[in-house]
């Protein structure tokens, strides 16, 4: 018994950080993946042990199920119906079920994923012996939402496992989920999303659920419909950052200057709403497409300076920033920023020349740009054969 999932990533448009203290955002499904394949062993295989490959990483966990059933009593017969959150004390019990995994140091931010993966598995499928592969597209840990696709993939392949998902086996390839398992699988990757981000607004596990393009405030979602192709392209800087440590950052800021940060979250919604109503405003009933887009460009800036204010900006972003903005280019960090990617907007008319010097340039500083589509399918299962 095998079955696949993939969950996009995502970029936020605008009100990273903001979302997190009650402000809108504006976020797109990008076509980059997390593949999630969950396989149940037959009697003849005589496996009783929970195994994670995360395959990228060349890593390999395993966990004799009765040592999960010793540390973790009470999960027999799990209800997937209700996402449960993970306790402080169940918390500490998933760290030492990681921690005698020796996971090598370079590699130790993975340590609250694999927590993360025991908590959703445990919660969801019980004390089931398994073997679950992960292979990802998103680079890890640079704004692009790759915990949240985890989540979101790995809670898809659990849960297409109970009786409280309906696959319907007559459609072949990629094969969404119903709106009501949507909601179902979104509540338990955002338990997951606390386990690795801390504080999570939920924007990150969302989008990767549902796809497309969303405004996002207060943990619900309202669906936009765009009317302008938007092309940015994705620049890596490629400085490993922690969203975890920086959202707490910006929580401690907020702390210290409660007032003035109130009014830099005010200052992001505005922001964030007034994106929103740009997008999908007709075209040509208001504004042509090159306003649009210098109207976007603007924003992108305001909410860049938002952002430095609230302490999430880096060196190598400044360096995007500027290189970008030599070629009359607007750039935002997207994410937790800290390092990670920036968003720079290519609007429609740009010349392709322009857009290669741009590339070129950006490379040239050790940097990494490519383009993605933006706006697809949310979370999807796969049926049939191979994909
Ligand atoms: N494919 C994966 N396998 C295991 N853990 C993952 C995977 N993708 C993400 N994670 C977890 O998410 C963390 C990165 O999340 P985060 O700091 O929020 O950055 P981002 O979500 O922007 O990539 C990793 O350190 C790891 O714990
Ligand atoms: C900074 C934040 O707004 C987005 C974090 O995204 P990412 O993990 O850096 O991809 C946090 C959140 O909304 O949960
Ligand atoms: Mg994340």
């Not at 195994?51 to 540390?71: N, T, Y």
């Not at 989920?177 to 606390?194: I, M, R, S, T, V």
């Not at 979250?265 to 042509?288: H, K, M, R, T, W």
């Not at 990617?341 to 020349?353: A, D, M, Q």
Request: hydrophobic content about 40%.
């Amino acid at each position: 018994m095998e079955v696949k999932a993939r969950a996009p990533g995502k970029i936020i448009l605008s009100g990273e950080h903001a979302v997190v203290h009650g402000s809108t955002a504006v976020a797109a499904s990008i076509d980059l993946y997390t593949y999630v394949t969950l396989r149940f062993p037959t009697p003849s295989d005589d496996d009783d042990n929970l195994k994670l490959q995360l395959k990228d990483m060349a890593l390999e966990f395993s966990w004799p199920i009765g040592r999960i059933k010793e540390e973790l009593p009470g999960l027999g017969c799990p209800d997937s119906s209700i996402a449960t959150s993970c306790s402080i004390e169940a918390a500490k019990v998933l760290a030492a079920l990681v921690e005698e995994q020796n996971i090598p140091e370079a590699k130790i931010t993975l340590a609250s994923g694999v927590s993360a993966f025991l908590w959703l598995y445990t919660s969801i499928q019980g004390y089931k012996p398994a073997t679950i592969v992960v292979t990802s597209e998103l680079p890890i840990g640079s704004g692009l939402g790759s915990s949240a696709a985890f989540c979101v993939a790995l809670s898809a392949a659990l849960l297409a496992f109970s009786d409280l998902v309906k696959i319907d086996l007559s459609h072949q390839g990629w094969v969404m989920f119903a709106e009501d398992e949507l909601d179902l699988l979104n509540k338990w990757a955002f338990e997951g999303e606390k386990i690795i981000h801390g504080r999570p607004s939920g924007i990150d596990n969302t989008v990767s659920t549902y796809g497309n393009l969303i405004k996002f405030r207060s943990g619900s979602l309202t669906r936009i419909k765009s009317n302008l192709p938007l092309k940015m392209l994705i620049t890596n800087t490629k400085v490993g950052r922690n969203t975890k440590a920086l959202v707490a950052g910006v929580s401690e800021r907020t702390l210290r200057h409660a007032n003035a940060m109130s009014f830099v979250f005010n200052a992001v919604d505005s922001i964030s709403e007034e994106l929103a109503s740009i997008i999908q405003s007709p075209i040509g009933d208001d504004l042509s497409v090159p306003q649009k887009e210098e109207k976007i460009e603007e924003l992108m800036e305001m909410n860049q300076g938002l952002l430095q204010c609230m302490g999430v900006s880096h060196a190598s972003i400044e360096t995007v920033l500027r290189t970008t903005l030599k070629y009359k280019l607007a750039s935002k960090l997207t994410g937790a920023g800290g390092g990670g990617c920036v968003l720079t907007l290519l609007p429609n008319l740009l010349s392709g020349t322009i857009a290669d010097r741009v590339t070129s340039d950006l490379e040239s500083s050790g940097f990494q740009c490519f383009t993605a589509g933006i706006g697809g399918n949310g979370v999807e299962i796969y049926l049939g054969g191979s994909s």
